[in-house]
Each structure stands twice: as structure tokens, then as C-alpha cells.
């Protein structure tokens, strides 16, 4: 591999972001190639259940195991434009067969009449590894449980130098495996600026410009807080970083587009998933981003400085999945008075009826089940307001170790239209499906033990030194902030928090972080007295078994929290409603709080700027 481009402190990289999923729209590449004058595209495809999905496509055809949509729409629509423009394209849409998404994609470009060089990144695949892991003693990072002899898939999070050597190779696309989701921004920024691998603070800066644009158009004014303030949903604009070289960047979007690029809206996506903020660890950086600052340099731009950085850990993190059973979720809509009611009893009587079955036909019980009614707020729990609504869906999810078990289950739903209670209907989707149960597992390996490789042009892969990394650093201590005193006689007044604070919520496994952003600066003292990690636990304990730790970003006014046990097992082992906390902040932000009156002032919402 050639040495990275020489540094040049006058440039600007201009990076879009067109992906935050594997299922986002087909409008990003195109919005952002022909009208974003752009350098870069980037895409982001992958998470815990994408990975396991993969895998077991690929266990039914070979040649699958890759994010199909990033070839069949995205570069079948942009990449004889991207390719004309010298827009490079970089994607983790590789999955668990990066060779294949990079053999689909030559036959595309083969197709349109195009030539390109096509680079792929390996190593991330460590599955065979497992049995000596096993063997090691070596569990999972949150509940401590062992690994299971099967495995569907182990794959560690890659950083960028892979990604910057193949593009100083002459790559114009390069194709990943799992990375972390930032490395796809974070390695071009190294390739144009020559960014050396312990430039930490530069680093850093770059990580946080990729985590910003990772989610889409969630920079852009997408699951804003004011949402009522965000225009043209339906062509919201795709986020573009202009990058410079000391580590800084700007959020913006192609011009006429929807959506809005507001200060607000990118300090919630700066909080988003991100844990401690003085230790978000990254396979190239350790990052700190508790006194990042965040600021509107004009309309539709805003401004990002302040990231700092140190020496990352020895270990790259693994996302491994494993098949655990099988799950069905069956729902029917119940409509009239005592919905509520009349749908709980339709549950209790489904399971009632299939237990029966299973014992007539010597199968086991039920592993575990789980009952919500829609449209009674069920994420409320005992704040709802709506136990008498008089039209609501019963969702019934159950899981058991027999695939056939459950086949039973999915056969014995719809009886109920006319069987039991009156006002009992459906959208006529027909029986639900029996899918396989996934059950996620996090671990480290030494980054020695991972050997990354990049093939260029499908050629032999070359190995990539990667730095093996030393023991973490702790970061150092920020005081939290003053409390405020105020008499006793004081005039109080009860607001909702959402009327003092933004907010965005996420999950890590089975944790739910809740990011927020004082409205005002000033106002940050008062949210840290009272929202106590104690205050949040108790406002959520319905939903949250765990600890609440509470985190500090003076830089933005923010507060970051980590709500253990928060989603009953998190992503694709939770049966609940909202199993990735995305709905956490939304509930925390209709908290009402009793604040002095004198030190708000007139109130009011704060206008998005």
C-alpha cells in the first residue's frame, strides 16, 4: 500500500452521509451525488440483528451474506455519476461477505460501462477463533453468560487505517466488513489530511464528524424534539461534514432540500448511543467530547470544534450473535368499550389454548411470553392516560425452543375473530411468521489475534498494520456543576422538562442511553440538581431494572444517561414494543418538574437555533 496524501491545512473534505441502516431511503446517494458537491460518500449498513440476518442468508445461498440494497439501488442509481464526478464511495455494506458485495458490484459496473477499482477490507471475521475463546473463559461483557458452543456469527469492529490505506492505493470504492460505524469517515479524513495514527485530537475530531453523519438524516432535523419545527419530511436532506484539517468540521445538506441543520438537532445526534462521553473508545481513538462545542455558523450550518483524544485500548470489540430458539409475535385490533380489557383476556386465552395443545403433543412450555396492549401507553406504565381507550391492538410474543411449537401459536391467533370478544379485527395480514430468536453477545480480543487485510481490485489481500494499542488512560475529572440556591419562599412554578431541555434516546444491548441539551446554558445547574440519576431511575422504573449513571458535557449544556437493564435483553432479544429505547427520551422529556420561577424567567420553548 502507498503512504497516505501529504497534509493540507487549506482544504476542505466534503463527506455525505447516505445511510444510517440497512432500509433507509434511496433518496441520499441520489440527493447527495448530484446535488451535495460532494468528495465523498459514505454509507452505514450494519448493527447486531443486521449481522445475524446476514449470516443466515448467506447459510441459504453462498453467494449472499452482504447489504444487497447498497449494489441493486444505491450504486445501480449513483456510481457511473459518483465515478464521473471523482466521488469516492465507502460502505460497510460487506456484512459477512465483503468479496461478494465487491463481486456484485463489478458485474454492475460491468453492466453500466464503467470501470472502477474496487477495494475490500477484511479480518473482522473471527469465528474461528471461537472455540480457543471459549476454551479462555471468555463471556459476554453484560450479563457475564459464557459463549455458546453455536455460533451464528462473530465479527470484531474494525477501525479506519484499513479503510485509508486501500483509498491511498487508488481505490474508489472500498468495502468493508463490520468497522466501527465512524471509520467509514474517519478513514478518508486520515487518507486526504495525512493525519498520523496517533494524532489524537484529530482523530477524534474525525470520529465525531462520522458519528454525527452515521444516522442519516437524524443531523438533519430527523427525530429532532421540536419536530414541529422541521420542514419537508418527505425530502429531508442527507448530511454532509465539511472537514478541515485541524480536526474540525460543519454539518449542512444539499440545498433545497428538506429538514433543517440546527445547533439542537446536532448536539442530540452528538449524545446519541455515545455512553461516557469522556471515554466514547474507538479501535483508532479514545474520544472526549465533554467539552465539544456546537454552533450555528448560518442558516442550514453548524459548526463543531473541540473534540479531544488519546491513546485507544489493546482490544478490538466483537459483536457475535447466536441462534437462541424461535419467536412469534401475533396481533389482533380490538375495537369498543373495555378494549382494553377484552384484548388482555384474548391473550390470556391464546396461551391458555396453545399450552394445552403443547402438552396434548408432549411439547415443552413456552420459554417466555409477553403481553402489550397498543393504545393503552403501554411504555407509560403507571402514568398512562388511556386505560379506557375504546380501540387498541393486542400483541402477543412468545418464545420456545420448537420452531414447530410456535407454528401452533401462529395457527391459533386469528380463531379469536370469532370466537371471543365482540369488536374483534385485523388488517387481514394473515397468520405471523415463526423467526429464529437472536441472541447477542459482546466481547474484546487483543488486536493482535485479528489480522485486517485489504484486496484491491481482487487481487491478493495485503495485510494492514494496525497499531496494537495500549492500556487505556482514564480521562480526567470535570467538576459537575455548582448547585443553585434559592430562598425558601421562593415562587415555584411546574414545568415539563421538554419545555427546558432537547433530548434523543438509543440503546447499547440492554442499555438505553437519554441524551439532553439544556434549551438555555444557564438552565444546566438546575436540570443536574434535579434530574439525579436517582429522580430518572425512579421516573422509569417501570421500564428500567438497572443502575442509572449520569454523565457531564459542559461544552453543549448536555447530560448524558445510561439506564442498565433498560429494555428487557435490548435489540433482537427484547419482546417489548420499543426494544432499542427510542422512545426512552420521550418519556423522560414529559417529566414534570417543580423550578423556581424567578430563575426562568419568561418561559418558553427556546426557538431551535
Known sequence: MSEPAPSNSSKTVRIGGASGFWGDSSEGPRQLVRHGQIDYLVFDYLAETTMAVLAAARLRKPEMGYATDFVDIAMRDVLADALAKGIRIVSNAGGIHPEGCAQAL????????????????????????????????????????????????????LGAIAVRDALAAGAQVVITGRCVDSAVTLGPLMHEFGWAEDDWDR??????????????????????TDWDSIPGWDDIGYPIALCRQDGSFSITKPPGTGG??????????????????????????????????????????????????????????VSATAQDGWRCAGSLVIVGFDAAAKAR??????????????????????????????????????????????????????????RQALEIFAREVAPAGTSWAPGTTGPGAGRPGVSPLVKPFAFFIDKRAVQVQVALDGEAPLPIAVPSGTSLVPASSLPPPLPIQWPANEPMREVRLVDLAWGRSGDKGD????????????????????????????????????????????????????????????????????PLGKGMAQLLLDMPLNVPAALLGELGKVPAK
Not at 442519516?216 to 430527523?222: D, L, V
Open 106 to 157: 463489478r458485474a454492475l459496473a460491468a453492466e453500466l460501462g464503467v470501470a472502477v477499482r474496487v477495494a475490500v477490507v477484511t479480518g473482522d471475521d473471527v469465528s474461528a477463533q471461537l472455540p480457543a475463546l471459549r476454551a479462555a473463559g471468555v463471556c459476554d461483557l453484560g450479563s457475564g453468560e459464557p459463549l455458546p458452543e453455536r455460533m451464528v456469527s462473530a465479527n470484531a469492529y
Open 203 to 224: 482523530l477524534a475530531g474525525g470520529s465525531l464528524a462520522g458519528h454525527i453523519i452515521e444516522c442519516g438524516c437524524q443531523a438533519t432535523g430527523g427525530l429532532h
Open 260 to 317: 433543517r441543520v440546527l445547533r439542537a438537532a446536532v448536539a442530540e445526534q452528538m449524545l446519541y448511543e455515545i455512553g461516557d462521553p469522556a471515554s466514547y473508545l474507538l479501535p483508532d481513538v479514545a474520544c472526549d467530547f465533554r467539552e465539544v462545542r456546537v454552533e450555528q455558523e448560518a442558516e442550514d450550518l453548524v459548526r463543531v470544534h473541540g473534540a479531544r483524544g488519546r491513546a485507544p485500548g489493546p482490544h478490538y470489540k
Open 345 to 402: 383476556r384474548t391473550a390470556e386465552a391464546i396461551l391458555a389454548r396453545t399450552r394445552r395443545i403443547f402438552a396434548r403433543k408432549g411439547l415443552a412450555d413456552y420459554r417466555a411470553t409477553h403481553v402489550e396492549v397498543i393504545g393503552t401507553e403501554v411504555l407509560y406504565g403507571p402514568r398512562s392516560a388511556t386505560a379506557g381507550s375504546r380501540e387498541v391492538m393486542m400483541r402477543l410474543v412468545v418464545d420456545h425452543a420448537s
Open 511 to 578: 442499555i438505553a442511553n437519554i441524551g439532553l441539551v439544556a434549551r438555555r446554558a444557564e438552565w444546566l445547574p438546575l436540570l443536574w440538581q434535579l434530574l439525579t440519576p436517582e429522580a430518572v431511575g425512579q421516573w422509569l422504573s417501570h421500564l428500567v431494572k438497572g443502575p442509572v449513571e449520569r454523565f457531564h458535557l459542559p461544552g453543549i449544556a448536555g447530560i448524558n444517561f445510561m439506564l442498565h437493564q433498560a429494555l428487557a435483553g435490548g435489540g433482537p432479544r427484547s419482546p417489548r414494543l420499543d
